[in-house]
């Protein structure tokens, strides 16, 4: 016989007599002679996520097995128990008598057609970690979930491993998704100039401070964003989705000073507030801010310059926005940047909460 493995399995029930169909599928599985349930969470009783609405309530916990059955053999095993038990599959996340499904599998990571260990989705589900969490400590979960052990390559920018600019190529690699600021400046005699940058965040929230980064031009040249700011102590931000990613591109060429990326991009300029540089019109959300301070990098090749500026108001959709004033993240797909030539649209929002206890 081979040596037993430990092995975590969720269990979830939303249709009939929940708490019997979980207590039977319990039975059953200790039932099998080469299974034993060492001991089971309590039960959960969580809103379903996915699927079609106006479902009921699932009722979710986790038991710890023991088995001596190979993967693929236990989820047979689970397989025949949701069918015995009247499982309908119809539709992905539609209502079921019972589900079962395999969390870990001692510490392996298995990766077949019809099996992956550790679940793939069980990061993105509350209700699997807050069960699961009443059982298992956090160096187990560590062991069975963190990265797998390989060769991991070392860069040593100390040692002069990497220039500069391969430092930079790889960095922006996984530096994102980036948000992109979607700037608009204007000069002193009113020419306006819009330039998109993705190193820009938020960066305080009392003052409300976002920063956008300009490096120098290919010839060394500040960029005009900068030049304009610096003259005129404000911008605005636009939010870039992708309805307008061709044009924000677009406005990355190099145009000569003063002419207007407004024309060249084919977005429309619209009156802000309380500065002068423009909106862009077909941006879902823009913001005015005012000039808060400029932070040089340094001064060679690849250096930016940090400009912090102060958010004085907020353009929004009113569509985006939920019952409590916040954007619904549904409703609002922004562009991100990656690495080369990529972007990203953020359109696969999902919660992950922290289980409790585990602080
Ligand atoms: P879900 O559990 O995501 O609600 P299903 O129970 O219908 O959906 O599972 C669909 C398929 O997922 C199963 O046929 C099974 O082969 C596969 N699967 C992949 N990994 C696992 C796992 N760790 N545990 C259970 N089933 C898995
Ligand atoms: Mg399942």
């Not at 299974?35 to 986790?62: A, C, F, K, M």
């Not at 491993?161 to 960095?171: F, G, I, K, N």
């Not at 005012?290 to 040089?296: F, G, M, S, T, Y």
């Not at 990656?338 to 289980?355: S, T, V």
Request: charged fraction near 20%; include cysteine; glycine fraction near 6%.
């Amino acid at each position: 016989m081979p040596p037993a493995a430990t092995v975590y399995v969720a269990c979830g029930a939303n249709l009939g007599d929940r708490a019997a169909t979980l207590a039977a599928a319990r039975a059953d599985l200790d039932a099998h002679p080469e299974i034993r349930v060492r001991r089971g969470s309590t039960w959960h009783e969580t809103r379903p996520v996915g699927g079609p609405p106006d479902q009921p309530d699932y009722l979710n916990g986790v038991l710890e097995l023991e088995t001596t059955l190979a993967p693929l053999a236990l989820l047979d095993v689970l397989q025949q128990i949701e069918h015995r038990h009247a499982r309908v599959r119809s539709v992905p996340d539609a209502p079921r008598t019972l589900d079962l499904d395999i969390l870990l599998y001692d510490h392996q990571r298995i990766r077949t057609d019809r099996l992956t260990v550790p679940h793939p989705r069980m990061w993105q589900r509350s209700f699997v970690l807050e069960p699961l969490a009443e059982l298992l400590d956090l160096d187990h979960l560590r062991r069975a979930c963190g990265p797998a052990e390989t060769n991991m390559r070392v860069f040593d920018l100390i040692a002069g491993d990497l220039d500069w600019r391969d430092t930079y190529h790889l960095c922006i690699g996984f530096i994102n998704p980036r948000p992109i600021a979607l700037v608009s400046t204007i000069a002193p005699d009113g020419r306006t100039n819009l330039a998109p940058f993705s190193f820009y965040n938020m960066v305080s929230a009392n003052p409300p401070l976002v920063i956008f980064c300009p490096g120098l031009n290919r010839d060394g040249r500040p960029k005009d964003s900068l030049i304009n700011v610096e003259k005129t102590h404000e911008f605005v931000v636009a939010t870039v989705v992708p309805d307008i990613a061709m044009p924000m591109a677009a406005t990355a060429a190099s145009l000569p000073y003063g002419q207007s990326e407004f024309e060249f991009s084919g977005l429309t300029p619209a009156p802000a507030r309380h500065v002068r540089a423009p909106l862009v019109k077909e941006a879902p959300v823009n913001i005015e801010c005012r000039l808060h301070q400029i932070v040089r990098s340094g001064d060679g090749p690849g250096a930016s310059s940090i400009v912090f500026g102060r958010i004085v108001a907020i353009h929004i959709d009113p569509a985006l926005l939920d019952e409590h004033g916040h954007v619904d993240p549904r409703r609002l797909t922004t562009v991100g940047r990656l690495g080369g030539p990529y972007y990203a649209d953020a359109n696969d929002p999902y919660e992950l909460k922290i289980p409790k206890g585990q602080k």
